[in-house]
């Protein structure tokens, strides 16, 4: 990220807690002329302090922390990755390598999962997962015609509300916990072209009617954590009562990361329940859906 992208980001941070240049020089400390010239791209070195105070006056999680002081280095995604050498062979600078890998292991796990990107665009999801969300043939039909047609804000915040109608209590903290993931894997990406393009149509209230509280909410939110887990207790209205962990693995490409999400089962009715839908929906993964490493903007 060039000084020029990360100046944007801190507007973009600074937007989201609906602070003026002066209210978030005044909370972090600093002199206002710096947080201009930070925001222009003007400003080329960073000292530690400054960025602390930064992190902490935009109120930022500890994994947006690390991602924020990541971003602040200067260095692009392509040379965060291990380069190939006459003495090295690597399949990390190999995007594509990396993402069939994690398709693969989905493809052979008995439990809910998906890859997805810093996006949160859907790049792949196992049968087991496309029962259990539901995923129609409309949904996949018309998903491409669509900004953010693969993303989980889609299913999340979108106006079908797909899965508010599915969760019958609980909500809130199911709300929160999906948004937050969004949010914090997609720091070092937010002044980026595409994720842009994103916001403008999760920003519409038609569209998405509960997108911008929970994007506001989780800006705002008190609560650490400090790794890609998540718990989530409530009842389905399909499935009943459900208890289980969302973890996450994370592999790094030039192209930013990519993440295998998979659902572990915390209690024996959830446990029975993907069994069940395993064996009906027996091992497969629906693949390629959303395009990466290159993004397209249809209809822009």
């Given at each position: 990220?060039?000084?020029?992208?990360?100046?944007?980001?801190?507007?973009?941070?600074?937007?989201?807690?609906?602070?003026?240049q002066f209210k978030l020089a005044e909370y972090a400390e600093i002199d206002i002329a710096v947080i201009s010239q930070i925001e222009r791209g003007v400003k080329k070195f960073f000292d530690p302090d400054l960025l602390f105070k930064l992190a902490n006056a935009l109120h930022l999680t500890t994994i947006e922390r690390r991602e924020f002081f990541l971003a602040a280095s200067g260095i692009n995604e392509e040379r965060i990755i291990r380069q190939p050498s006459a003495a090295l062979a690597t399949d990390t600078i190999n995007?594509?390598?990396?993402?069939?890998?994690?398709?693969?292991?989905i493809e052979k796990l008995r439990v809910p999962a998906f890859v997805m990107d810093v996006y949160s665009d859907v790049l792949a999801i196992n049968h087991n997962a496309a029962v259990f969300f539901q995923v129609s043939p409309q949904i996949l039909e018309t998903a491409p015609l669509l900004p953010g047609g693969y993303s989980t804000a889609?299913?999340?915040?979108?106006?079908?509300?797909?899965?508010?109608?599915?969760?019958l209590d609980n909500w809130e903290q199911y709300a929160v916990g999906s948004m937050r993931f969004i949010r914090?894997?997609?720091l070092r990406y937010r002044p980026k072209p595409y994720f842009q393009y994103l916001m403008k149509a999760f920003r519409n209230p038609v569209e998405f009617p509960l997108f911008e509280r929970y994007w506001r909410m989780v800006s705002s939110f008190e609560q650490d954590r400090e790794a890609n887990v998540d718990l989530?207790?409530?009842?389905?209205?399909?499935?009943?009562?459900?208890?289980?962990?969302?973890?996450?693995?994370?592999?790094?490409?030039?192209?930013?990361?990519?993440?295998?999400?998979q659902y572990l089962p915390l209690d024996d009715a959830t446990r029975v329940l993907f069994?069940?839908?395993?064996?009906?929906?027996g091992y497969g993964v629906i693949a390629p859906l959303a395009p990466w490493p290159v993004k397209k903007m249809p209809n822009k």
């Open positions: 990220m060039d000084r020029k992208e990360f100046g944007f980001l801190i507007s973009l941070l600074r937007q989201d807690l609906d602070l003026t995007s594509e390598k990396v993402l069939g890998k994690m398709v693969q292991i889609r299913m999340m915040f979108g106006k079908d509300l797909s899965i508010r109608s599915k969760v914090e894997n997609s989530f207790a409530y009842t389905h209205a399909d499935f009943g009562h459900l208890y289980y962990a969302t973890s996450t693995t994370t592999s790094i490409t030039p192209h930013g990361e990519l993440f295998l999400n069994e069940t839908l395993a064996t009906q929906a």
